[in-house]
Antibody, heavy 117, light 109 residues
Framework: QVQLVESGGGVVHPGGSLRLSCAAS????????MHWVRQAPGKGLEWVTF????????YYADSVKGRFFISRDNSKNTLHLQMNSLRPEDTALYFC????????????WGQGTPVTV | SYVLTQPPSVSVAPGQTARVTCGGD??????VHWYQQKPGQAPVLVVF???DRPSGIPERFSGSNSGNTATLTISRVEAGDEADYYC????????????FGSGTKVTVL
């Protein structure tokens, strides 16, 4: 079955950087777009960024554009999120999520990794 | 940007029907997806493309979408259905391509 395991979260000062990773298994990783979605403490879900199955297209929420960078290594079935210039409002649980083919939504999620700024 | 409006809370007795609404401008023209999130857990897709269910989701969960309102219906509600529910659409007009509603807490009395 699909498994997504995030890592790399932690506590960082404002202006600092973190690199999150998501290890994927149980499906053909190189065939699916992948996302990062975050959830601030006690708040709702916020989409952050998407990368196409081959890494060719990337999209970002305006709130993170120019500071966060998504990438993937299909040879290692791994998704990454480089987060720079972190702000207190970036504090959240960060989930990686698998795109549902043809439906522009998310059909599998990891358990999340916490980031505190 | 496109806004999805959900009621903060819905209460329902066991065995009854819960309806969670998701309002948006002409949302009937979009494909709406619904997630269930229990405390401390990741979201789970329960309805996609307005009214389809992923495998493993009980038939008690259904969806509809028309005009300016999409609705998630949970029939024969069980204690285990108590959770936060979020609607989601894809929209290119604003600053988030994938837009979530604010979430609705469903409480089973």
């Amino acid at each position: 079955q699909v498994q997504l395991v995030e890592s790399g979260g932690g506590v960082v000062h404002p202006g600092g950087s973190l690199r999150l990773s998501c290890a994927a298994s149980g499906f053909t990783f190189s065939s699916y777009g992948m996302h990062w979605v975050r959830q601030a403490p006690g708040k709702g879900l916020e989409w952050v960024t998407f990368i196409r199955y081959d890494g060719g297209n990337k999209y970002y929420a305006d709130s993170v554009k120019g500071r966060f960078f998504i990438s993937r290594d299909n040879s290692k079935n791994t998704l990454h999120l480089q987060m720079n210039s972190l702000r207190p409002e970036d504090t959240a649980l960060y989930f990686c999520a698998k795109e549902m083919m043809n439906y522009l939504t998310f059909d599998s999620w990891g358990q999340g990794t916490p980031v505190t700024v | 940007s496109y806004v999805l409006t959900q009621p903060p809370s819905v209460s329902v007795a066991p065995g009854q029907t819960a309806r969670v609404t998701c309002g948006g401008d002409n949302i009937g023209s979009k494909s709406v997806h619904w997630y269930q999130q229990k405390p401390g857990q990741a979201p789970v897709l329960v309805v996609f493309d307005d009214d389809d269910r992923p495998s493993g989701i009980p038939e008690r969960f259904s969806g509809s979408n028309s005009g300016n309102t999409a609705t998630l219906t949970i029939s024969r509600v069980e204690a285990g259905d108590e959770a936060d529910y979020y609607c989601q659409v894809w929209d290119t007009s604003g600053d988030h391509l994938y837009v979530f509603g604010s979430g609705t807490k469903v409480t089973v009395l």
